[in-house]
């Protein structure tokens, strides 16, 4: 399945899309897409609906965060071999962990707005993980039987405040406007295997980054299992998994970031696309 939300900010509606393509409201049978029916249990309800029969939606319209009231947003940094090479990282050890507010959260073709006094604003397109059941302590054998599904999300980051600010990435990562996810949360039995997703991202049409999760170094269910042992994973949890190369500032001979005026455009295979003008915060 591929489930959404639709509507203005804040005032969004539960939405799946059909075989067709068409948006279809959801609103009679749940109240949201949010942690209460991230489950097995609950999805496999919702997979016995007949979308045909439910209210179809005209667009245009805007989508929203494919999911409500979002727990913790993780993010793992440096996570593919060839997105290490390209900023002359050392491969880690270990998942490299960092959060982005929730109030970066935003939809996929909403605005990115940079903040004040942004020099060095970043793109980054990543497969995003939704956990659908509470899971602690759990294997990578076993990890993937805790995700609900997958969504594109855009990594926005400011790397001057990411760097050249005391503290932690999480500076130059949670500026508002700084996690695009969506369009739709697509069930883990409709992406199979996600360590063989193709993913690309545009800027003014130019391609920047092209990759594949399959060069992940560590791979979703080991990300999963790795955080399992630090804390609680509840449903609603989001997980940006990293990024392939291609971002601005690992462009040569000079890096390149984005301005007011730019317009990013990304895509997972089998989870969709997102569309984002750049904007400067007045």
């Known amino acids: 399945m591929k489930l959404c939300r639709y509507g203005e900010p804040g005032a969004e509606k539960p939405g799946l899309i059909d075989h067709n393509g068409d948006l279809r409201d959801l609103s009679a049978e749940v109240a949201d897409i949010g942690r209460e029916v991230l489950s097995d249990k609950s999805l496999d309800i919702l997979s016995k609906l007949d979308a ?18 979002i727990g913790k947003f993780m993010c793992i940094g440096l996570n593919y071999s060839d997105h290490a090479a390209e900023t002359g990282a050392d491969i880690p050890d270990h998942p490299i962990l960092f959060m982005k507010a929730n109030s970066a959260i935003g939809g996929p073709n909403d605005d990115v707005i940079l903040p004040r006094g942004s020099t060095r604003g970043d793109w980054e397109v ?8 509470t899971c602690k302590y759990v294997s990578p054998e076993a990890a993937l039987d805790y995700v609900a599904g997958y969504c594109v999300i855009n990594d926005v980051s400011e790397r001057e405040f990411q760097t050249g600010l005391s503290g932690q990435w999480t500076k130059g990562k ?5 996690g695009p996810i969506g369009p739709w949360l697509v069930t883990r039995d409709e992406v199979g295997d996600p360590q063989n997703l193709s993913m690309h991202l545009d800027v003014n049409g130019q391609r920047m980054q092209t990759g594949n999760t399959n060069t992940m170094i560590f791979t979703v269910a ?6 399992s042992q630090l804390f609680t994973l509840h449903p609603g949890d989001v997980i940006s998994t990293g990024t392939p190369p291609g971002v601005g500032m690992g ?10 005026g730019d317009v990013m455009e990304l895509t997972i295979e089998k989870l969709g696309s997102q569309r984002q003008d750049v904007r400067i915060d007045e």
């Open 52 to 69: 045909m029969e439910l209210p179809k939606v005209e667009h245009p319209v805007r989508f929203g965060p494919c999911v409500a009231d």
């Open 126 to 133: 990543e497969l995003g993980v939704v956990i659908g059941t």
């Open 174 to 178: 949670s500026c508002d406007t700084f």
């Open 222 to 227: 080991d990300c999963i299992s790795h955080l």
């Open 251 to 260: 462009m040569k001979p000079e890096a390149v970031y984005l301005k007011a």
